[in-house]
């Protein structure tokens, strides 16, 4: 016999794994459902077919109990109730009602051929109702059995009306037929005798729903069972196929794992962790993964992250492990608890990573760390005592030169003079800069706010650099805006620092033209709300622009980087050490404020700092 897979035979309507596609699976169950209502449907109409038969054939029944030549003798009139005939079949009625619960109702009914005339002959039901029911005599034409009764005289043998409703508005199903025999119409006969019997419709629907219902259900159970337990199958083969696929995962993955108890007692550890740990693996079984551990955790924090475990939370710890020959290492352990069906915690996963390398990598580095900070610090201090002692003569040298230009010299000697001046003015900047870099990057410089005066600040720097501005022949402008408020709290000291070293490096880039300090109101503390801390803040812009000859873009990443300039050639034609804008951004930052430049080659340049 030839074997074959549906998957392969049939493979668009499966999934990649094997499984029935989630499309597949609902259309299968919609057709199952759809064929129970079909089935359903059709059951329903067999039992009413059914039903239906058995009523025409109950009323043709009892019919025959009232022959025509007995029934021929009633009158149709109300005196009929006092007759011995008519008592006769009342009881017979009640009879035939008692023979079968189901019926409630009978009646006798003439159609007078004739006249057209249709009559009550004789009626019985139920006790409660007897004040209710038609006597004999009474007319029943245009009543909802004149319909039937014609029918009847039509040459129906039998007929129905169903699930009408009586004067208490229960629901009923009723039949028709000629009384006694025989029971096709007689020619020439004026008068017609009809039987009729009511059943109870709650009796008729409860009969059929539940053939229905069974029917449905039991379609559903034929097919739906089967497919089920095909799906379930597959769902379960698959599932084995895919812990299988897990299971060999883990066992040739190079991470250590270990799958233990709540209380540490291990069920499974892979190859990985026995290369790791050095261990066999029938040694670790049972074995308590704790007692590798070098040293124990303070119970609190033991009692700590077991509450985490609890709640179904990871915990990440490091630990060191001892090794089958007693070295130790470092650890880096995922423990991931695993809720069993209750829900409470019983099974905890491990994955435990060696972290030796990345130790010694760490430690690398942190000595790395620790030397270069070492040598800055070094190098700061070299600098400091440098320029300390470099300061000293070079002031001596400045103001011999300023006593020697005093002195009647020739042209020749005079013009010494000038350089040696010149020369160690240079040399004086240059060490200051030095030294003030060192003591910033030494953590040695102190901000001391007090009350100060901004503009005040901007016309001593503006006086400080006028001499070096009027040998260019460059015009100084300073523009202060009305609402910069008169005084403000600041060191004034590094502020005026800061506005020396932009505008003494505009005027020597500068060329021809103007430098501008301005300064003006950016945002205010009325704009802060309803804080009080922010009541009295507010922020100041400074900025210095000249027309010098600007930076080009791909430069201007590195223009705070200390002893940098943007031309070699800027140092022999400018001369400086390229530390005047580090320093100030630094010095700016101790201030609270942001330093920034805003230039293209060609244009003037801007420094901002709240």
């Given at each position: 016999?030839?074997?074959?897979?549906?998957?392969?035979?049939?493979?668009?309507?499966?999934?990649?794994?094997?499984?029935?596609s989630?499309?597949?699976t609902?259309?299968?169950?919609?057709?199952?459902?759809a064929?129970?209502?079909?089935?359903?449907?059709?059951?329903?109409?067999?039992?009413?077919?059914?039903?239906?038969?058995?009523?025409?054939?109950?009323?043709?029944?009892?019919a025959?109990?009232?022959?025509?030549?007995?029934?021929?003798q009633?009158?149709?009139?109300?005196?009929?109730?006092?007759?011995?005939?008519?008592?006769?079949?009342?009881e017979?009625?009640v009879?035939?009602?008692?023979?079968h619960?189901?019926?409630?109702?009978?009646?006798?009914?003439?159609?007078?051929?004739r006249?057209?005339?249709i009559?009550?002959?004789a009626a019985?039901g139920?006790?409660e109702?007897?004040?209710?029911?038609?006597?004999?005599?009474?007319?029943?034409?245009?009543?909802?059995?004149?319909r039937?009764?014609?029918e009847?005289a039509?040459?129906?043998?039998?007929?129905?009306?169903?699930?009408?409703?009586?004067?208490?508005?229960?629901?009923?199903?009723?039949?028709?037929a000629?009384?006694?025999?025989?029971?096709?119409?007689?020619?020439?006969?004026p008068?017609?005798?009809?039987?009729?019997?009511?059943?109870?419709?709650?009796?008729?629907?409860?009969?059929?729903?539940?053939?229905?219902?069974?029917?449905?259900?039991a379609v559903?159970?034929?097919?739906?069972l089967?497919?089920?337990a095909y799906?379930?199958?597959?769902y379960r083969s698959?599932?084995?196929?895919r812990?299988?696929?897990?299971?060999?995962a883990?066992?040739?993955?190079?991470?250590?794992?270990?799958?233990?108890?709540?209380?540490?007692?291990?069920?499974?550890?892979?190859?990985?962790?026995?290369?790791?740990?050095?261990?066999?693996?029938?040694e670790?079984?049972?074995?308590?993964?704790?007692?590798?551990?070098?040293?124990?955790?303070?119970?609190e924090?033991?009692?700590?992250?077991?509450?985490?475990?609890?709640?179904?939370?990871?915990?990440?710890?490091?630990?060191?492990?001892?090794?089958?020959?007693?070295?130790?290492?470092?650890?880096?352990?995922?423990?991931?608890?695993?809720?069993?069906?209750s829900?409470?915690?019983?099974?905890?996963?491990?994955?435990?990573?060696?972290?030796?390398g990345?130790k010694?990598?760490?430690a690398?580095?942190?000595?790395?760390?620790?030397?270069?900070?070492q040598?800055?610090?070094?190098?700061?201090?070299?600098?400091h005592?440098?320029?300390?002692e470099?300061?000293?003569?070079l002031r001596?040298?400045?103001?011999?030169?300023?006593?020697?230009?005093?002195?009647?010299?020739?042209?020749?000697q005079?013009?010494?003079?000038?350089?040696?001046?010149?020369?160690?003015?240079?040399?004086?900047r240059?060490?200051?800069?030095?030294?003030?870099?060192?003591?910033?990057?030494?953590?040695?410089?102190?901000i001391?706010?007090?009350?100060?005066?901004?503009?005040?600040?901007?016309?001593?720097?503006?006086?400080?650099?006028?001499?070096?501005?009027?040998?260019?022949?460059?015009?100084?402008?300073?523009?202060?805006?009305?609402?910069?408020?008169?005084?403000?709290?600041?060191?004034?000291?590094?502020?005026?620092?800061?506005?020396l070293?932009?505008?003494?490096?505009?005027?020597?880039?500068?060329?021809?033209?103007?430098?501008?300090?301005?300064?003006?109101?950016?945002?205010?503390?009325?704009?802060?709300?309803?804080?009080?801390?922010?009541?009295?803040?507010?922020?100041?812009l400074?900025?210095?622009?000249?027309?010098?000859?600007?930076?080009?873009?791909?430069?201007?990443?590195?223009?705070f980087?200390?002893?940098?300039?943007?031309?070699?050639?800027?140092?022999?034609?400018?001369?400086?050490?390229?530390?005047?804008?580090?320093?100030?951004?630094?010095?700016?930052?101790?201030?609270g404020?942001?330093?920034?430049?805003?230039?293209?080659?060609?244009?003037?340049?801007?420094?901002?700092?709240?």
């Amino acid at each position: 016999m030839m074997a074959f897979d549906c998957a392969t035979l049939c493979p668009k309507f499966f999934h990649k794994t094997g499984m029935l596609s989630k499309r597949t699976t609902i259309i299968v169950c919609i057709a199952i459902f759809a064929i129970g209502l079909l089935s359903g449907g059709l059951e329903c109409f067999r039992m009413y077919k059914n039903q239906r038969g058995k009523l025409e054939a109950g009323v043709l029944h009892y019919a025959l109990a009232f022959p025509i030549d007995e029934v021929s003798q009633l009158t149709g009139l109300p005196g009929d109730v006092d007759s011995k005939l008519h008592e006769q079949i009342s009881e017979r009625q009640v009879e035939l009602l008692d023979s079968h619960p189901a019926i409630s109702f009978m009646e006798l009914i003439r159609l007078d051929r004739r006249s057209g005339r249709i009559v009550c002959l004789a009626a019985a039901g139920p006790g409660e109702e007897a004040a209710r029911m038609p006597r004999a005599g009474d007319s029943l034409d245009g009543t909802p059995d004149a319909r039937p009764v014609l029918e009847l005289a039509g040459g129906a043998k039998t007929a129905v009306r169903l699930f009408h409703r009586d004067w208490l508005g229960k629901r009923w199903v009723s039949a028709y037929a000629r009384a006694g025999e025989p029971q096709e119409p007689v020619n020439g006969e004026p008068l017609m005798n009809v039987l009729r019997y009511d059943v109870d419709a709650s009796y008729w629907i409860r009969h059929i729903s539940e053939n229905v219902l069974w029917r449905m259900f039991a379609v559903w159970v034929v097919l739906g069972l089967p497919f089920a337990a095909y799906t379930l199958g597959r769902y379960r083969s698959r599932q084995s196929v895919r812990l299988r696929e897990f299971g060999e995962a883990i066992e040739q993955t190079k991470t250590a794992i270990v799958i233990s108890s709540f209380d540490s007692v291990i069920n499974y550890v892979n190859p990985a962790f026995c290369a790791q740990i050095g261990y066999e693996k029938n040694e670790l079984m049972d074995l308590k993964w704790r007692t590798l551990r070098c040293v124990e955790p303070d119970p609190e924090e033991i009692e700590r992250r077991l509450e985490i475990l609890r709640t179904g939370a990871p915990v990440e710890v490091e630990w060191e492990f001892r090794r089958k020959d007693g070295r130790t290492y470092p650890v880096r352990t995922t423990l991931t608890p695993v809720r069993n069906e209750s829900g409470s915690v019983d099974t905890m996963i491990l994955v435990i990573v060696d972290i030796t390398g990345q130790k010694k990598r760490d430690a690398a580095l942190l000595l790395e760390k620790e030397q270069a900070e070492q040598m800055d610090r070094a190098k700061s201090v070299f600098l400091h005592a440098m320029s300390e002692e470099v300061g000293v003569p070079l002031r001596n040298l400045v103001a011999l030169s300023d006593s020697l230009r005093t002195m009647p010299l020739n042209n020749e000697q005079a013009g010494y003079a000038e350089i040696i001046q010149k020369s160690t003015g240079t040399l004086v900047r240059l060490t200051d800069d030095i030294l003030d870099f060192s003591h910033i990057t030494a953590g040695q410089v102190k901000i001391s706010p007090v009350l100060a005066e901004p503009r005040v600040l901007i016309e001593e720097t503006l006086d400080i650099v006028a001499p070096q501005a009027a040998q260019k022949n460059i015009v100084l402008l300073r523009n202060v805006m009305r609402d910069v408020p008169r005084a403000i709290i600041i060191d004034g000291t590094r502020l005026r620092q800061v506005l020396l070293n932009l505008s003494g490096n505009a005027i020597k880039f500068t060329k021809n033209g103007e430098v501008e300090i301005r300064l003006k109101v950016i945002s205010s503390g009325n704009a802060a709300g309803n804080d009080p801390a922010n009541r009295n803040r507010m922020s100041l812009l400074f900025s210095v622009r000249d027309t010098g000859i600007g930076i080009a873009h791909e430069n201007q990443e590195k223009l705070f980087l200390p002893f940098w300039q943007a031309d070699s050639t800027n140092v022999r034609r400018y001369g400086g050490a390229g530390l005047g804008l580090a320093i100030s951004r630094h010095l700016i930052h101790m201030l609270g404020g942001i330093f920034a430049w805003k230039a293209n080659r060609g244009r003037a340049p801007f420094f901002i700092f709240p």
